[in-house]
C-alpha cells in the first residue's frame, strides 16, 4: 500500500519544504486539496523541492474549470515535476459550482466523463500532434494553433484519479479513470457494499482489470496529536458538515441513520452563528468511529490495513506536527511489512 501525506497544514510558502521533508520522511505522494486555497500552486513550489515522491491533487474541482484550462496547468505540472504530477478530480455539488464559481451543473456523471474524454483529447494535440476535435454535449474544443500549443514533454498524460461518492460516479472512475479516490465520508460498510461493487462493474463495462486503477483509502484517517479530544470534536464537524449535506445522506442511510442526516440539515440551514458547533454536538462515539480511522500513527496504520488493506491501494495520512521523520519511516515500514506479510 502506497502513503501519502496531506499537504493542507503547510503555508504556501513552505509547500516546497514540506514536500521534500515528506519525500524524505518515506511517503510515497503529497496530496493538495482545493479548499481555501488554489490546490496547483503547493505542487508547483513542490516539483522542483523534490525528485521521487507523487504529487497529487485531492481533489482539484473540475467543473470550476474548463478543460482546456486545466489541461493547460495539468501539463505544466507534468513537465515541472518529470511527471510526477496526478490528477485528482471531483465534481463538487451543485450550489458550489452554480453559486460560489458562477459555472453551469447538470448531469454531473456525464459531465464528467465528457470533461475527461476532453482533456486526453487535449492533451493528445500537444503531446503526439493529433489536431483536437472535441465535439460533445457539455464541450467544445475544435481550435488550437501553433501559438497556443504547448511543446510535449515527454512524460505522457497525468493520471486522472476520479472523486466519487455514490455508485454513478464510482462506475464511470472504473470505466474511464486511472484511479478512484472515495469520499472522506465513507465508511468500511459502505466502501464493501456499495463503492467496491460499482467499481467493479464500471471496470467490467469497459473491459479493463482491476490493476489499472489505483483505489484510495476512504474514510477520514487522522493521527492525533497532543490534544486529542479537541481533535476529536473537529472530525465530529467534519461528519456533521458533510452529514447535513443530501448528496452523502445515502452513506448515514446505509446505517439506519437517516435520522441524524434530517436533524443535521435542518440544523445547518438555521441562522444561528453556533448552529456548526451544535451539528459536531450531534455526532455520537459510534458514528465518529465508524467514519474515521483515528489514532497514534501506529493505531491509524495497522487499523487501516485491517479495514481495507486487501481493497485500496493508497492511503493518505496528515501527521501531527512535531513527528520526526524517523518515527514516519518506522510506521510506514510496518504498514508495509504487514501488506506483504498479508
Known sequence: MKVGVHAGAAPLAAAGRFAAWAEEAGFDAVTSAEVDHDPFLPLALAAPATSRIRLTTGIAVAFARTPMTLAYVAHDLQSLSGGRFVLGLGTQTKPHITRRFGMPWSHPAARMREYVTALRAIWDDWNNGREVRHEGEYYRH?????????????????????????????????????????????????????????????????????????????????????????????????????????????????????????????????????????????????????????GSLAEVTAEVSRRFGELVDQVHLQPPPGMSAAEIRKALTELQDRDEGG
Open 142 to 294: 475544435t481550435l488550437m494553433t501553433a501559438t497556443f500549443r504547448p511543446p510535449p514533454h515527454g512524460h505522457g498524460d497525468p493520471p486522472i484519479h476520479l472523486a466519487a461518492v455514490g455508485p454513478l460516479m464510482t462506475r464511470l472512475a472504473g470505466e474511464v479513470a486511472d484511479g478512484l479516490i472515495p469520499h472522506g465520508f465513507s465508511t468500511e460498510r459502505y466502501f464493501r457494499e456499495v463503492t467496491v461493487p460499482a467499481l467493479e462493474e464500471g471496470l467490467e463495462r469497459a473491459g479493463r482489470d482491476r490493476a489499472e486503477v489505483t483505489v484510495h483509502c476512504p474514510g477520514f484517517v487522522h493521527v492525533f496529536g497532543a490534544e486529542e479530544d479537541r481533535e476529536r470534536q473537529m472530525l465530529r464537524g467534519r461528519i456533521a458538515f458533510y452529514g447535513s449535506t443530501p448528496a452523502y445522506k445515502g452513506v448515514l442511510a446505509l446505517h439506519g441513520w437517516e435520522e441524524l442526516h434530517e436533524r443535521l440539515h435542518a440544523l445547518s440551514v438555521r441562522p444561528e452563528a453556533d448552529r456548526w458547533e451544535r451539528m459536531a454536538d450531534l455526532v455520537d462515539d459510534e458514528v465518529l468511529d465508524t467514519f474515521c480511522v483515528s
